[in-house]
């Protein structure tokens, strides 16, 4: 548990004092920000040194990068609550993420959202309770030309019908098999002038 303090160390009238329970995470998450400047300009450097270990920023590291910095956790949630980067739970073993960009809207991605959300059985931004899946907001990145879209794995997945999404979180779930034709794979313009086949 967090204590706060009165000090004269922060703007804010409390500084945090650095009470984590887990005396090994504590010391790794000073071993990943040592040499970071103590300001907030390197916070999310160390929010990305944290997760790249881990694979989140878990919650125990919160007091002590609060201590770190000089800051308070309230202040530290919400740096961590704006970036939707960076986790602050384990992520699933299949993660499904769904832009959430103006294109992808207008064209129905609002339905294919729920429809992942029902078949999962998760809410957007966060893990079914046995951790095999999540659902992953994510921004608009300019494949427009894809939208509605999903990204798995490092594909695009577009242009997503709900009866694609629907198929596609079955076929994940074991329910049915993937579907090959539909959802199409698409590739960036960049694939394609380095692929020495293209055009044959």
């Known amino acids: 548990m967090t204590r706060i303090t009165a000090g004269p160390a922060h703007s804010s009238r409390y500084t945090a004092v650095d009470g984590a329970d887990d005396a090994g995470l504590a010391t790794k998450v000073r071993e990943l920000t040592a040499g970071l400047s103590s300001d907030s300009a390197d916070l999310l450097a160390a929010f990305h040194r944290i997760q790249h270990e881990y694979g989140y920023v878990p919650e125990g590291a919160i007091p002590v990068l609060a201590a770190l910095f000089g800051t308070t956790p309230a202040m530290l949630y919400g740096a961590l609550d704006f970036y939707s980067e960076i986790r602050t739970a384990p992520p699933a073993k ?107």
């Open 94 to 200: 299949t993660t499904v993420e769904w832009c959430s960009g103006p294109a992808c809207l207008l064209k129905g991605g609002r339905n294919i959202r729920r429809a992942l959300e029902s078949v999962l059985g998760c809410e957007m931004s966060e893990n079914t309770a046995d951790g095999a899946f999540g659902l992953r907001l994510v921004q608009c990145d300019g494949t427009c030309h894809l939208a509605p879209l999903l990204r798995l794995e490092g594909r695009y997945l577009g242009p997503m019908t709900v009866s694609d999404a629907i198929k596609l979180a079955r076929g994940l779930k074991g329910e049915d098999a993937p579907v090959e034709s539909a959802p199409a794979e698409a590739a960036s313009a960049a694939d394609h002038a380095s692929d020495p086949k293209e055009g044959e």
